[in-house]
């Protein structure tokens, strides 16, 4: 098997350097008529990358095509026969986990419900815990998590399997949460299972996991391929459908090539408990951010150390029903990049350092690539702009010496257009195999909306990916160089709701882009009128860039789109019991708690003054000395501040650091009573 393995590796990669060598080729014959300028030079070095970087994409695709036509990988894990885990052992725990960060609670708790309720379905309930692991800062969010999950305890008996913890200071991010529920819980359970915030998954998909995980002792993960589902807008509804066709291929392809040295991606995945705590502890890198100090982009680092340790980790392409959420907007979209880009950056100075094996760092550098590939395009791109405007100034010379017979001047357009066809495939033609493998299937074809609507689809989705494209490129360059300049980025919360994007936030975000846009076109077309027509797609991707934001911002524009038949999935056709299941729970949202039910405006308040909600929160604070005397000093002044200006006087971490301590809430609980400060009146 490991030949086999190691086999298949060899010709994929083989195929990657073979296709880039013969389309560097093409363009060599193009520069090298008297001799290699230093600017050609410069195009060979971008071009043969971001080729590289194409064939990657381009050869995994056709792997996993070749996958899903033929119907199997016999080294897939879950056609692994494995060992039969022993009847006498004790069942396996598992823990499923969900790290939050001021989130919208209401989303969570209906996740996870619809979650449990699956898992009930299946009859496998009692082998599965859950944990709210909140890093929540805000106060509002944070007593309203708490009082969500009492109520979520109370309404499924779940007192004993469903747990919350809020830790006291969000030390290392997702990774110190999830390091700190396996210091202080671990050894309950043989598995975890990490969600996202916006993660749903099928209850039998979750009792699959841990059966392949009994059968497999050398596997410490497996990692499922989310499907993006729910949202409503235009482009979200777009991406959906591009993830759902494209993504079933994708990651068999993917499978096909990596099998047991695969990756993480951070949620969606179940984890064998004692080897990610003996393996997986990150260290800080040495520097300063964005390139030292915590690795943000923990998932792949994690994988790549398992593997070091002699772990398995698989990619399970072929098991479905796992789903997540995506941004709803494009300009959501960039800013939920700009959150990864300073982590995958990092991965550079991880490829480089000792210890892990070859796929390991071709992971680390593919994380590079994902946000270094953006400005690179740009630099192509001005670099060929600026060959042609070279080209344009030459003044041809016809006759030379004693030659009487002029000498014209040779064309490469056949070479050039070859180029530039083989580098569209390259980049279409994934699509079009997804297209096809619904021939295979009659009902999933259907579930798109029939072979007509899909086809419509994808030729929609290819134009806007097109118009998007140099939106994204721009908006992916600026954040390395922001990252280059040392402008390290925070981890602030995600707006995960459909939403509009307006007039004013599009003109902010992307009236740069519009003002290049125009700039460069009519710089291109006054002086390189030639060069003009072929960088027409992205000036138009540019200049347009402000409507079509708006635009495939659309709630209304999306539901019409479902309305004529277009960007259908599966999901949306004939959803899962999970997603019904969470469908309804967001809808009827009737809470059993009365504190909850009332929906006060005001939850902060509430927790100083309801004595059922004062009670909850004082019985879930973390024991702790009493406070040293700066800061009783300090918690005196809010106190006082809270007294005579009134709750909308304090600031968020104010009000936190107000209700963190127990002997200050106690106390503020009784004052509330006593003499109310004003704006805060008692229930």
């Not at 083989?14 to 300028?37: C, N």
């Not at 009792?207 to 949202?231: C, D, G, K, S, Y």
């Not at 524009?557 to 309305?563: I, N």
Request: hydrophobic fraction near 45%; glycine fraction near 6%.
């Amino acid at each position: 098997m490991v030949i086999g393995h190691t086999l298949r590796r060899a010709v994929f990669f083989i195929l990657i350097a073979v296709t880039t060598l013969l389309a560097l080729g093409l363009l060599v014959t193009v520069f090298h008529t008297d001799g290699l300028s230093p600017i050609e030079r410069v195009l060979l070095v971008l071009y043969a990358i971001l080729f590289s970087w194409i064939c990657v994409s381009f050869w995994t695709a056709l792997m996993g095509f070749w996958v899903m036509l033929t119907g199997r990988d016999r080294w897939a894990i879950s056609r692994h026969p494995g060992t039969p885990p022993d009847p006498a052992a004790p069942p396996p725990r598992t823990a499923i986990l969900m790290p939050i960060y001021n989130e919208d609670s209401q989303r969570v708790f209906a996740g996870l419900r619809a979650i449990h309720q699956s898992l009930a379905d299946t009859g496998q309930l009692d082998g599965f815990d859950f944990f709210i692991l909140s890093d929540t800062r805000d106060p509002e969010v944070w007593v309203e998590e708490e009082l969500r999950w009492q109520d979520m305890v109370r309404t499924l008996n779940g007192k004993g399997r469903i747990f919350y913890r809020n830790r006291p200071e969000n030390t290392s991010r997702k990774t110190g949460n999830l390091e700190d529920f396996c210091t202080r819980w671990g050894a309950r359970y043989r598995y975890m299972i990490v969600l996202d915030a916006d993660s749903i998954m099928k209850g039998e998909t979750l009792v699959e996991m841990v059966r392949l995980m009994e059968r497999q002792p050398r596997v410490a993960l497996i990692q499922t391929p989310p499907v993006p589902v729910n949202r409503e807008s235009l482009f979200a509804r777009i991406l959906q459908f591009a993830g759902s066709i494209y993504g079933r291929m994708f990651t068999a392809g993917l499978n096909f090539w990596q099998l047991d040295e695969s990756n993480y991606w951070g949620h969606n995945a179940i984890i064998r408990i004692q080897p990610f705590l003996d393996h997986c502890g990150l260290p800080k890198l040495p520097g300063r951010e964005p390139f030292g100090g915590e690795i943000l982009s923990h998932d792949f680092v994690e994988a790549a150390l398992l593997r070091r340790a002699g772990w398995e980790v698989w990619l399970a392409y072929d098991l479905e029903g796992s789903y997540e959420e995506i941004p709803p907007t494009l300009i959501d979209y960039a800013k939920r990049d700009r959150r990864w880009c300073q982590g995958n950056l990092q991965h550079l100075r991880l490829a480089l350092s000792h210890g892990f094996n070859g796929l390991s760092r071709i992971h680390f550098i593919m994380g590079v690539m994902s946000y270094a590939a953006s400005p690179l395009w740009l630099l192509f791109l001005i670099a060929t702009g600026v060959e042609a405007f070279i080209q344009t100034q030459r003044e041809l010379v016809y006759f030379f010496g004693q030659n009487w017979m002029p000498v014209w001047p040779v064309s490469f357009a056949v070479e050039m257009t070859t180029v530039l066809l083989v580098t569209l495939t390259m980049l279409f033609l994934p699509k079009l195999l997804a297209l096809l493998l619904l021939l295979k299937d009659a009902k999933l074809r259907e579930s798109y909306g029939g072979m007509a609507n899909a086809s419509w689809s994808v030729v929609l989705e290819s134009v806007f990916s097109v118009l998007t494209a140099p939106v994204l490129m721009l908006f992916q360059t600026k954040f390395v160089l922001a990252i280059l300049m040392r402008r390290a980025v925070g981890w602030p919360p995600q707006q995960r709701g459909d939403h509009m994007t307006s007039f004013k936030e599009a003109a902010l975000a992307h009236g740069g882009h519009t003002a290049i846009g125009l700039v460069v076109g009519g710089l291109s077309y006054l002086y390189v009128p030639a060069f003009f027509w072929w960088f027409t797609p992205v000036l138009l991707g540019l200049a347009l860039s402000i409507p079509v934001s708006m635009l495939s911002s659309s709630i209304a524009l999306g539901q019409a789109a479902r309305e004529w038949g277009l960007f259908l999935t599966p999901e949306e056709t004939n959803p899962p019991a999970v997603l019904r299941y969470l469908a309804e729970n967001l809808q009827d949202d009737d809470a059993v708690l009365p504190a909850l039910r009332d929906r006060p405006p005001n939850h902060f308040v509430q927790a100083l003054t309801d004595p059922y909600v004062n009670a909850l929160h004082l019985s879930l604070l973390p024991e702790r000395g009493p406070p040293g005397k700066r800061r009783r000093h300090y918690l005196e002044g809010l106190i006082h501040q809270l007294e005579e200006e009134g709750p909308d006087s304090l600031s968020a971490a104010q009000k936190r650091d107000l209700i963190a301590e127990p002997e200050t809430l106690l106390r503020l609980h009784a004052l509330f009573w006593s003499r109310p400060p004003a704006g805060a009146a008692l229930p």
